[in-house]
């Protein structure tokens, strides 16, 4: 049969559909981008507008695949099955758990389509963490090793707990052992992605934590660069910073997830920091990781945000001189504490609220890169975008490109950086046998 896997939203999601797609792979079918048999969506569901994304790319699916089965799994599967129902377009809808066992479930549908399975054991929640298999998703350079799933926060306007239920993590030897097996397969730089994964192990009966794992990881696999996903703020303490800041391999790049520069709206969101803690972690990541890069997300017009407090978190951001933003206007998500909180914010004033904070970011970013300027760095080639040009990152997370025709895919060269172009830098190849 063929087998075609689209992911939408967070890396977790992308990491999954990669892995599906290798247990079919394994299962002797084969993967294609149209005209497939089957075609199963890892969905989204963090907002309300993620949900209107997913059914316009299983309309997109149906469209290319006429004749294909559906299956939808993920986090919209997991929250709103009736509203994939709905649609009609669906065949099969699992969830969050299990997903070693779709592979089997859309073979024993393709067979019998008059047999509809009972999919709901797919939304009971997994209490153990699910392995699967890691590596380099299609048409990428970066390998993503996932070590964590659920998340136990429970942040007001967060409806991701619901979906992915609680924290399970990847036992510590497995986490070492599939960073090594990537490494022996030319991987050479490892993505540690996860729902939450400040959160690692705590599930675990030796209570191995993220610290331990980084620096474990980081010594198997030493000429293997470690990038983190994003990280809760608290997390960069000065044990992190103090253990971690020894691993050449590691990259001094770190995304803290603020969502608010005010005490206030922080507290309504139920976040567990302050905005003095954060801003004394990233003290602590830049003496212990020197020209660091900080990035961060914020959520502007939150329930009963005062012009006061989104000015506060003007000033803020100022302070904490981020070298990138994501900024989103609330979205008020059905299931939450959130989207029953009174004084929820006018539509227009949140559109304001992002594009002021998100100038500001645009600014802190472009005097960020113009730092790099005269600088020579190590870039890890990817690939080459629409104009031809090569594109990479160097140890911080921005794109470097080249106009440059000796590169090679899943290759270092070194690049010194001659300018600054929108959010990247632009730069020429120094001396091609040099590598990180």
Request: charge should be positive; hydrophobic fraction near 35%.
């Amino acid at each position: 049969m063929n087998f075609c896997f689209f992911a939408l939203g967070c890396k977790v999601n992308l990491f999954e559909s990669e892995a599906l797609s290798k247990l079919a792979e394994q299962n002797g079918h084969k993967i294609v981008d149209k005209m497939a048999d089957v075609c199963v969506l890892n969905s989204c569901t963090v907002t309300s507008t993620s949900d209107h994304k997913n059914i316009r790319a299983i309309r997109k699916l149906k469209k290319l695949n006429p004749n294909a089965i559906i299956a939808v799994a993920g986090c919209m599967a997991q929250i709103e099955p009736e509203k994939l129902k709905e649609s009609g377009l669906v065949d099969l809808i699992c969830g969050t758990s299990d997903r070693k066992e779709i592979i089997k479930l859309c073979e024993d549908f393709w067979i019998d389509k008059n047999s509809i399975p009972d999919t709901s054991h797919f939304r009971a929640g997994q209490k153990l963490f699910e392995q699967l298999p890691s590596g380099v998703p299609r048409g990428r350079t970066r390998a993503l090793l996932k070590i964590q799933d659920g998340c136990d926060n429970y942040c007001t306007y967060c409806i991701i707990p619901y979906a992915r239920g609680h924290v399970r993590s990847l036992q510590l030897n497995d986490a070492i052992n599939a960073a090594i097996d990537l490494a022996n397969n030319d991987v050479k730089e490892i993505v540690l992605t996860g729902i939450e994964i400040s959160s690692y192990g705590r599930d675990l009966a030796d209570k191995p934590d993220l610290v331990n794992l980084i620096d474990s990881i980081c010594k198997a696999v030493p000429n293997v660069r470690i990038r983190l996903g994003s990280l809760e703020p608290r997390t960069a303490d000065e044990r992190f910073c103090k253990v971690l800041s020894v691993h050449s391999n590691l990259m001094p790049h770190f995304h803290l997830s603020l969502q608010s520069g005010c005490d206030s709206v922080l507290k309504r969101m139920k976040r567990k920091y302050s905005a003095q803690t954060f801003f004394n972690n990233t003290e602590l990541l830049r003496k212990y990781f020197p020209n660091c890069s900080i990035t961060t997300d914020i959520i502007v017009g939150f329930p009963d945000e005062t012009d006061d407090e989104f000015a506060q978190t003007m000033d803020f951001v100022k302070k904490c001189n981020f070298s990138a933003l994501h900024v989103f206007p609330y979205s008020r998500r059905n299931g939450t504490i959130a989207a029953n909180m009174p004084n929820q914010i006018d539509e227009q004033i949140k559109k304001q609220r992002a594009n002021t904070l998100k100038n500001l970011g645009y600014k802190l970013q472009e005097n960020y890169l113009k730092s790099f300027i005269g600088q020579t760095l190590p870039v890890l080639w990817e690939h080459q975008d629409a104009d031809g040009l090569w594109c990479g990152h160097a140890q911080y997370n921005f794109i470097v490109k080249t106009n440059d025709k000796h590169c090679f895919k899943n290759q270092y060269h070194n690049a010194k950086i001659i300018d600054v172009k929108d959010d990247y830098l632009i730069s020429s190849l120094v001396n091609l046998t040099d590598k990180t």
